[in-house]
């Protein structure tokens, strides 16, 4: 069965920078489109980073510049790294891998909280 932990989450203050990790079992990532959500208090789960199994890399405009998605198929990993944090950047990050064909993302993290202060 399909297994994915995020990590990496925590306090920080604006102008600040995390990494995320997210680690997956039961899958091969090197099949799969592999992305990043993220959910605050009161909104919908958005989109925030996507990186395909063909190296297609693509970004939320809210996010471009700050963000980096990166995957480590050999290891079974996708991080992402976030730069100049911004107080709107709080919420609940998840990774979720899906193939290429699939509309849905069927394999979801337990997410991680990124909570930025000030």
């Known amino acids: 069965q399909a297994q994915l932990v995020e990590s990496g989450g925590g306090l920080v203050q604006p102008g600040g920078s995390l990494r995320l990790s997210c680690t997956g079992s039961?899958?091969?990532?090197?099949?799969?489109?592999l992305g990043w959500y993220r959910q605050a208090p009161g909104k919908q789960r958005e989109l925030v980073a996507v990186?395909?199994?063909?190296?297609?890399?693509d970004y939320a405009s809210s996010v471009k510049g700050r963000f980096t998605i990166s995957r480590d198929d050999a290891k079974n990993m996708i991080y992402l790294q976030i730069m100049n944090l911004k107080l709107e950047d709080t919420a609940v990050y998840y990774c979720?891998?899906?193939?290429?064909?699939?509309?849905?993302?069927?394999?979801w993290g337990q997410g991680t909280q990124v909570t930025v202060f000030s």
């Open positions: 039961g899958i091969r990532f090197s099949d799969y489109r």
């Open positions: 990186a395909t199994s063909g190296g297609v890399i």
């Open positions: 979720a891998a899906k193939r290429s064909g699939n509309q849905e993302y069927p394999y």
